[in-house]
């Protein structure tokens, strides 16, 4: 049993009634009794905010003033078709576009749209304005509270805790206390758990912020600690005892212990590590020796950040570290920056949501000009039908459909049966609307998509019939109107982008990994050398990242036949985040270097490399947009790896400590260009079998259709 769905329906099946029967018995007035009761709808079943106690009463809070202009804006437009029409197409686009900027806005776009829809589609004079404010506002306050106090989601504690399980199962990894597949599994577990939080990263030092961060860290350090390393010293053991640890304190600051990542440890047990590869590195024959080492010291310092992140999340100062140490993206200086940002980076056709947003203005505009310029006796059901079928492409439209039809079919046969059995009896319609709030609300969430139609057809039967009682009627005129409004999502489907977001998350992955291996190349170039434009490629990795997460998701969300399985589309996408945060390593290289002690001669000998690298994720792309075998990994420059070990040699001879540093950091670049070309190996095997299965089932399709 899905026991936040039940929380939540229970509390949806108390607060509803109580307010629609306040509205209905006390105040007295139609409008207001219709507001309170879509409204208790749009806040209790269709919305609900995770976070913090202050986050969320914020995004209540900021939902109420968007009803509030929706209702006013609404009204003011209702009674003129075409301009409804467009007010609903600007509104919805807004509304949908908004979701770029987080989570919340997200989780609140439906209500959102739901204030809109009801006042545009049943035309009334300005005058009622206050009434349906009234209403809005009752259910506004109801439904906060109710939100706030009864059942309140525990999304963030939940979220901490999963993240401290992941964490102590790869400390014991590191202890040797677990297997390799244990990490590998907690890891993986915990980046699908957050992967459907509302809690996107909002700002680098804030607490949800900090906690998203963990995710991604956590499987950047698995992926370099598994396979098991080979230990050769002291230091290096030392070392992964010392981010073990640190792991093991990070979750316990998750769970709301008082102990501390011990940052001084981890600093010490990585320089030591890397004094330790100093002195060995005369009898050192080639730079596939220097990897334990270098794995080690990522364990280490992808520990600490961890640790930070630990710390930031429960709202921790970090004195011990600056905020140039934590890995995150560059940050604009003022929140207007940030937001320009975050509009430009989706403002094309190229972000799914900005796809979504175009797709819904232009299904909910149409179904509103329908619905008032033909006379529907309760035309917002073609709307709501738009609204509640509209998926990213065509084919997920027409199987919503089918799903909804049913629901909504044996909707009205349970509900045409419970008004005809039960009558004019108002007491009795009025005991069975909690049952059917609770249906309609825990359906959706834990039984499916058409039982959720079939209970919201259900609970609607009883409103309209306690309202103004037309018998089974009522029923046969929603299923009407949701048909209109079932044919608009299809033909919007197949006119806005018909092959959804499967094909989007093709050119996302693809240009996620070209525009991370440019990053990759430049930061590794101006470590050699100096004066490239690192920022610049940051941004437009960062944008890449984006909205390859946005099409994730929304790819996820169509649960729709797919080219490839679920696993494989996440192993991809981690992929791309690997590639990316490869190059912000060779960034934070960059902060410890002494611009002084380059050794440009040295750093030369990976031109070759670096290009064949970039080149091949360019190929991959190229093979990830077209439906094309992902090329082998691209033939390693093995003479310039050797001259650039032979060069780092001569540069530690001497004395200078800023000259050795910049020569264990030149080995460090070397050792990520290694990691990422054992990632080339890995994609290449995963999406070229991925592929071959995919067709071998769509030949075995086609062969039981010619059979049949």
């Not at 909504?408 to 005809?420: F, K, N, S």
Request: aromatic share 8%.
């Amino acid at each position: 049993m899905n026991v936040a769905a039940l929380k939540s329906a229970a509390r949806a099946a108390i607060v509803i009634p109580a307010v629609f029967a306040f509205a209905d018995k006390v105040i007295q007035q139609p409008q207001t009794s219709l507001l309170a009761a879509f409204g208790s709808f749009a806040i209790l079943v269709f919305t609900e905010f995770g976070g913090p106690r202050r986050a969320r009463l914020t995004a209540y809070f900021t939902l109420g003033c968007v009803g509030a202009l929706d209702i006013t804006i609404g009204t003011l437009c209702s009674r003129t078709p075409w301009i409804g029409a467009v007010a609903m197409g600007v509104v919805g686009f807004a509304i949908l576009f908004s979701s770029v900027f987080g989570g919340y806005f997200a989780a609140g776009a439906t209500g959102a749209i739901l204030t809109f829809v009801l006042p545009v589609t049943i035309p009334v004079s300005n005058s009622v304005i206050p009434q349906r404010l009234e209403g809005w506002g009752i259910a506004l306050g109801a439904g906060t509270l109710a939100a706030m106090l009864l059942w309140p989601t525990r999304e963030r504690a939940d979220l901490r805790r999963t993240a401290a399980e992941a964490l102590r199962t790869v400390a014991d990894y590191l202890d040797g206390n677990a297997s390799a597949d244990a990490a590998h599994r907690a890891a993986s577990e915990l980046g699908r758990r957050f992967l459907g939080s509302q809690h996107r990263p909002t700002g680098p030092t804030g607490p949800a912020a900090a906690l998203n961060s963990i995710p991604d860290e956590l499987d950047w350090l698995v992926s370099f600690i598994t396979p098991p390393l080979e230990l050769s010293c002291a230091e290096d053991r030392e070392a992964l005892a010392a981010a073990a640890a640190a792991l093991r304190a990070g979750a316990a600051t998750l769970e709301g212990g008082s102990e501390r990542p011990d940052f001084e440890r981890l600093a010490a047990a990585r320089d030591a590590v890397a004094h330790a590869l100093v002195r060995r590195l005369p009898d050192v024959p080639d730079l596939d020796a220097i990897e334990p080492a270098f794995r080690i010291r990522v364990a280490t310092y992808s520990a600490r950040q961890i640790g930070a992140y630990a710390l930031l999340a429960t709202g921790a100062a970090v004195p011990e570290l600056d905020r140039t140490d934590l890995v995150q993206p560059s940050t604009p200086h003022t929140m207007l920056e940030r937001l320009e940002q975050i509009v430009v980076e989706h403002a094309n056709v190229g972000s799914v949501v900005f796809q979504n947003a175009v797709r819904g203005a232009a299904g909910l505009g149409l179904a509103v000009y329908i619905a008032e310029s033909t006379g529907l006796q309760h035309g917002f059901w073609v709307v709501l039908g738009t609204l509640s079928v509209l998926r990213s492409n065509a084919l997920g439209t027409g199987r919503s459909i089918v799903s909804a039809l049913a629901g909504t079919a044996a909707g009205l046969l349970v509900g045409a049966a419970l008004v005809i059995g039960i009558g004019t009896h108002e007491s009795v319609l009025w005991i069975v609307l909690p049952f059917a709030i609770l249906l309609a609300s825990y359906a959706p969430r834990a039984i499916s998509f058409a039982a959720g139609q079939a209970g919201f057809t259900v609970t609607l039967f009883i409103l309209f019939n306690i309202i103004q009682p037309v018998g089974w009627r009522v029923g046969v005129v929603r299923v009407e109107d949701v048909a209109i409004g079932f044919a608009i999502s299809l033909g919007v489907g197949l006119l806005f982008w018909p092959r959804g977001a499967a094909a989007l998350l093709r050119r996302q992955l693809a240009d996620a990994f070209a525009r991370g291996a440019d990053y990759v190349v430049i930061a590794a170039r101006d470590l050699i050398e100096g004066g490239y434009d690192v920022e610049r490629a940051e941004r437009a990795s960062d944008t890449a990242i984006h909205r390859l997460d946005d099409a994730l998701r929304q790819y996820l969300a169509e649960r729709v036949a797919t080219e490839f399985n679920t696993e494989d589309v996440a192993a991809a996408v981690n992929a791309a985040n690997r590639v990316h945060r490869a190059a912000q390593s060779l960034v934070l290289f960059g902060r410890m270097t002494d611009p002084r002690a380059r050794l440009d001669r040295c750093g030369r000998n990976l031109d070759r490399e670096l290009h064949a690298l970039q080149s091949w994720y360019l190929s991959l792309g190229y093979a990830l947009v077209n439906v094309r075998p992902v090329p082998p990994a691209h033939i390693r420059d093995t003479e310039g790896r050797q001259l650039l070990l032979e060069c780092v040699r001569d540069g530690v001879r001497g004395d200078d400590k800023a000259t050795a540093r910049g020569a264990i950091v030149l080995l460090w670049v070397t050792q990520h260009l290694d990691n990422l070309w054992r990632l080339e190996e890995r994609i290449a095997e995963r999406v070229n079998t991925a592929r071959a299965e995919t067709a071998e089932k769509s030949v075995l399709g086609r062969l039981r259709v010619l059979a049949s």
